[in-house]
């Protein structure tokens, strides 16, 4: 339950003095204006690296599409080369928040090659 969705640079320092946080970058995919750019992350995911924190995974925010499979698919795509880049930086399997996802064809997640969560709002 340690983690923590960020979405500047800004809040890595904050976290600084906390390596044990899990850290999530929301990115913005188009379906909502909360989140980073893809370039942001990159920039973040560099940062936070430099500092020895590591980035678990990506939050996506649907921006109230719920159960639209097409909107999240949509965002994976978008956001799958950032999954591919943390895969070969940590060495490990990241994270894909999906948030609320409330649609019952969960079908398309076992497509998807990264580990897959829910994670409830940010703290």
């Not at 590591?54 to 159960?67: A, E």
């Not at 943390?86 to 019952?104: A, F, Q, W």
């Amino acid at each position: 339950d340690n983690f923590k969705v960020i979405e500047n640079i800004g809040e890595i320092d904050n976290l600084k003095n906390n390596i044990k946080v899990d850290i999530f970058i929301r990115i913005n995919t188009n379906f909502s204006n909360k989140g980073c750019t893809k370039k942001e992350a990159y920039d973040i995911i560099n940062y936070a690296n430099r500092n020895n924190l590591r980035i678990r995974g990506i939050s996506l925010d649907s921006g109230g599409i719920h159960n639209s499979k097409n909107a999240y698919l949509s965002s994976f795509f978008y956001t799958e080369p950032l999954l591919y880049y943390l895969t070969h930086m940590n060495k490990e399997k990241p994270i894909l928040d999906i948030g609320c996802y409330n649609n019952k064809d969960f079908e398309w997640i076992k497509y998807i090659p990264y580990e897959i969560i829910a994670l409830p709002k940010s703290k």
